[in-house]
C-alpha cells in the first residue's frame, strides 16, 4: 500500500509537470481587490489603421475580439477577468502579430503600446534587395572585375520544403537563373556560397550563421542569368501561396516586391567628376587626368564633340573611355598653376540609345600654385651627414634651367644639381670638391624666379635649414 501511495504521489508530480511545460497560456483569475469588480482592460494602437485588423484576446482559448478603429488604428477590450492573455493581431496582407504575457490587473488598463505590423508573410524574414530599391549593375571585366549577375535573397523564419518555394517563385519580366540554399538568415557578404560545408563558408559571411543540416535551410539565393540583366529595368518578384515550410505551413500571402537597375546611384541629371565641381587646390599632377563619369552609357563622339575646357590645356587633351558611362580626359601633362578650369558639355552630348542631356553640364575647379612639396633634409634637423644630397620635390614638372639661378646655400657651396629621370618633380644638389663643415647649420633658400614647366614661379620664396654632424 505504501509503494502504492508513492507511486500515485509520482504520476501526479509528472502531470503537473508536464502542464507547466505547455506554450499555451492557462487561464489564470486573480483575487479582485476590495471595492473593484474583478475585471481590467487592454488598449492599444495599430500604426496602419487603414489594414482592417482584427485583434484577438485569448488564454487557452479565445476569450474576445474587436476591430480596431479605422480612423486612428487603436483599439480596447474591455470586461477581461483579471489575469495573464495573449494578444493576437490579423489582417490581410500583413504578417500575424503575437504579443504575450500581457497581465491585467482588476480594475486597471494594460497598455500594449503602438504596433506596426509586418508587411511580410508569417514565414518570411527578410528579403534583398529590398523593396523598389535600386541597384547598380556593373559589366564584368575579368577576375577582378565588378559583378554584373543579380542576386534576389528570400530568408525565411521557418525551415523551407525547398521545391514548393522554387515552383512558386517567379519573376516579372520572366527570367532564367539558379537557385541556391543556404543556412543564413542574413544578406550575405560578396563571396556568399550555396554550398553546405564549413570550409567552403571559411573567407566571408557572417560569424553568426549556422551550419546544420538540409532539413534546417532557410535562405534562399536566386541568381539570374546573366542574359537576364538588364540596366534601367524595374524587377517585380513574387513568391505565391504554394511555398510552404517543411511541416506544410503555407505562406499566408505572396510575397511581392520590386526592384530596379540603374547604371549609376546618382540621377539621370547628376554627373559625377573628379575633380568635384567647386574644388580647391587641386593637385597640378591629378593624374594628369580629369574624370567624368555619366549615368548613362554615352555615345563617344558626341560628349567629346560637346566638350570644352577653360583654358585650353598647353598640351592638348585625349579623351579615353575606360568604361561607357566613363570619361577620362588626359591632359598631357601637368595642369598649370593657380588657376581656375571650367569644363562644359553642351546638351548635344547623346547617351547610346540617343537621348541627349536634359541641359548643359558644367563644373569647375581651382589648382594649387607652384611649391615645393618637402626636402631631404627637412628644416630643423641635425646630425645632417657632411657629404650629403640635399632633395627638392616639387609639385609639377620645372624648367630645369631655372633652378641654379634661384638656389642659393649659406654658408656658401659649390656643388651641381641631378634631376630624377623617372620624378620630373625631384632634383637634388651634391656640393663637389670638399665637404661641409662640421657642426653648422646651413640655410637653403629657393627664390620664385624658379619656373615650371608652363612659365609659372614658384609662388613664394622656400627656406629651409639644418645642422651637419660634429666631427
Known amino acids: 500500500m505504501k509503494g502504492l501511495k508513492i507511486a500515485c504521489v509520482l504520476l501526479v508530480a509528472f502531470c503537473l509537470f508536464l502542464g507547466g511545460c505547455t506554450k499555451e497560456i492557462e487561464k489564470i483569475v486573480y483575487k479582485s481587490n476590495p471595492g473593484d469588480d474583478g475585471y481590467g482592460t487592454i488598449v492599444g494602437k495599430v500604426l496602419q489603421k487603414d489594414s482592417q485588423a482584427k485583434v484577438i484576446v485569448r488564454q487557452a482559448v479565445i476569450i474576445d475580439s474587436t476591430w480596431i478603429d479605422s480612423t486612428d488604428g487603436t483599439f480596447r477590450i474591455d470586461s477581461l477577468q483579471a489575469g495573464n492573455y495573449e494578444v493576437v493581431i490579423i489582417a490581410d496582407h500583413y504578417g500575424t502579430y503575437r504579443v504575450s504575457d500581457v497581465w491585467v490587473n482588476s480594475g486597471a488598463v494594460s497598455y500594449v503600446g503602438e504596433i506596426e505590423l509586418s508587411r511580410y508573410p508569417d514565414l518570411i524574414h527578410s528579403h534583398y534587395p529590398d523593396n523598389r530599391e535600386e541597384i547598380v549593375l556593373y559589366w564584368y571585366h575579368g577576375w577582378y572585375g565588378r559583378y554584373s ?33 543556404s543556412q543564413r538568415i542574413y544578406e550575405p557578404y560578396s563571396r556568399w556560397s550555396g554550398a553546405y560545408s564549413s570550409s567552403s563558408l571559411g573567407g566571408g559571411g557572417y560569424q553568426s550563421a549556422e551550419l546544420t543540416t538540409y532539413s534546417h535551410i532557410r535562405s534562399m539565393m536566386y541568381i539570374l542569368n546573366q542574359r537576364y540583366c538588364w540596366v534601367d529595368t524595374t524587377y517585380q518578384v513574387i ?5 510552404h515550410d517543411t511541416s506544410g505551413n503555407h505562406l499566408e500571402f505572396p510575397l511581392q516586391f520590386s526592384f530596379s537597375t540603374v547604371e549609376s546611384r546618382t540621377t539621370l541629371t547628376s554627373i559625377q567628376t573628379d575633380p568635384e565641381d567647386g574644388a580647391q587646390d587641386v593637385s597640378l599632377r591629378h593624374y594628369m587626368s580629369i574624370f567624368i563619369t555619366f549615368p548613362k552609357r554615352m555615345e563617344p563622339t558626341s560628349v567629346e564633340n560637346a566638350i570644352s575646357i577653360t583654358p585650353q590645356t598647353e598640351f592638348g587633351e585625349v579623351f579615353l573611355w575606360p568604361e561607357a558611362n566613363e ?53 630643423g634637423e641635425i646630425y645632417v651627414d657632411r657629404w650629403p644630397k640635399i632633395y627638392i620635390y616639387f609639385n609639377t614638372y620645372m624648367i630645369r634651367s631655372t633652378l ?21 618633380t625631384k632634383v637634388y644638389f651634391r656640393p663637389q670638391g670638399t665637404s661641409l663643415l662640421p657642426n653648422t647649420k646651413y640655410t637653403v633658400t629657393i627664390d620664385t624666379t624658379v619656373l615650371d614647366l608652363h612659365g609659372t614661379p614658384l609662388k613664394e620664396p622656400y627656406q629651409f635649414s639644418f645642422v651637419t654632424r660634429p666631427e
Open 239 to 243: 513568391l505565391s501561396t504554394a511555398a
Open 404 to 424: 641654379p639661378g634661384a638656389f642659393s646655400i649659406s654658408p656658401s657651396v659649390e656643388g651641381n644639381f641631378y634631376w630624377d629621370d623617372d620624378d620630373p
Open 327 to 379: 570619361l577620362k580626359i588626359y591632359t598631357g601633362g601637368p595642369l598649370m598653376a593657380d588657376t581656375t578650369y571650367i569644363i562644359r558639355i553642351d546638351s548635344t552630348a547623346k547617351d547610346l540609345d540617343g537621348n541627349p542631356l536634359d541641359e548643359p553640364f558644367q563644373f569647375s575647379f581651382r589648382t594649387e600654385p607652384v611649391r615645393i612639396r618637402k626636402t631631404s633634409p627637412q628644416n
Open 149 to 181: 549577375s543579380i542576386r534576389i535573397i528570400i530568408n525565411f523564419t521557418e525551415p523551407m520544403d525547398r521545391q514548393s518555394v522554387e515552383e512558386a517563385f517567379s519573376t516579372i519580366p520572366p527570367t532564367e537563373g539558379t537557385f541556391y540554399w
